[in-house]
């Protein structure tokens, strides 16, 4: 089902600063309050928005259900690397990086990945679900 072309125009341009509100939070999120889990809820929402807005048939085509499971666990998979590659520095998830945010930058990044491709798996799987009625 289709929305209105108000809404569908809306959303259009909403996603875009919502995918980039998403990153900055993930980026920034080691100096301000937010991170990884915040950034990816709102990543997940601007993909979300699309879906209802434009119908699930249509944003399918370019937001594959495949690629949400792809994104999911290529980033867990990365977390557990991060966390175990920081054992041999010291701790787990010791800040072995000598930069500003050190180890929770990435960690805020792969988070918000994994946050943001989880909820829109699930909306997915939950969409299949009411299809299949």
Known sequence: MKMSTVVRSTTKMVSPFLVT???????YGHLSPGGGFQGGVILAVAVILLITSHGYRKVRKRFRFNWASLVESSAGTLLVLLGMAGITF?????????????????FNVLVGLEVGA???????ILLRWVESD
């Open 21 to 27: 509100y998403a990153a900055y939070l993930m980026i």
């Open 90 to 106: 010291g701790g787990f998830y010791s800040n072995f990086l000598h930069t500003e945010g050190g180890v929770i930058l990435p």
């Open 118 to 124: 989880a909820f829109t798996f699930v909306f997915y």
